[in-house]
């Protein structure tokens, strides 16, 4: 299986991952689930205040804002993605019991504030594990992105957003 991804998207995850160095960030892969391809990530606020380097949570509300916002713009829901911030882009056991089915989950590894790697993961049908899905960058093309498609914008941005993270 795998997922491809515009270089742009992968642009802003990776950017809003780095940013995010020491805490964990986290976003949401938008594009089409039939194609399982992802056009847009959309970075979100990490609200956790005890372990952020480790954890992440995003409010209920602040999810259901940004996926409608995307929804309301034609994008589907393909995924979400997080950082592990000195650790690799393997899934924990806390990952693949966040999950839901039929999504998948990005994660990036990032030493010394520097992207290591990025792999993508399914969870299986049993939830007993997650598969790993092949990355598949993509040239840019078609529609502009548009300003709203970086780390910094969105309806959960702000001056006092601080690093994002977030558990699904």
Same mark, same amino acid.
């Given at each position: ?7 742009? /998207?992968?642009?802003?995850?990776? @950017?809003? /991952?780095?940013? !995010? ?6 976003? =949401?892969? $938008?594009? %089409?689930?039939? #194609? ?8 979100? =606020? &990490?609200?956790?205040? #005890? ?12 999810? $259901? ?7 309301? &713009? ?6 979400? *993605?997080?950082?592990?911030?000195? @650790?690799?882009?393997? *899934?924990?056991?806390? #990952? ?15 030493? &010394?504030?520097? =992207?290591?790697?990025?792999? %993508?993961?399914? +969870? +299986? ?13 993509? /040239? #840019? %093309? ?11 914008? !969105? ?6 957003? !601080? ?6």
């Amino acid at each position: 299986m795998e997922i491809s991804i515009r270089a742009a /998207a992968l642009d802003v995850l990776h @950017h809003h /991952a780095s940013a !995010g160095f020491p805490y964990e960030v986290v976003g =949401i892969l $938008a594009g %089409s689930r039939h #194609d399982r391809s992802v056009t847009l990530a959309h970075p979100l =606020i &990490n609200e956790r205040a #005890d372990s952020a380097a480790t954890r992440y949570v995003v409010s209920g509300l602040s999810l $259901a804002r940004a996926e409608a916002s995307l929804e309301a &713009n034609g994008l589907e829901i393909v995924g979400y *993605y997080h950082s592990h911030p000195d @650790h690799p882009s393997q *899934y924990s056991a806390f #990952d693949r019991d966040h999950a839901l089915p039929n999504m998948s989950y990005m994660i990036v590894s990032v030493r &010394n504030g520097a =992207i290591a790697t990025t792999q %993508s993961w399914r +969870l +299986l049908e049993d939830r007993s594990a997650m598969d790993e899905e092949r990355v598949v960058v993509l /040239a #840019d %093309s078609g529609p502009d992105l548009g300003p709203d498609s970086g780390p910094d914008s !969105g309806p959960d941005s702000g001056p006092d957003s !601080g690093p994002d993270s977030g558990p699904f």
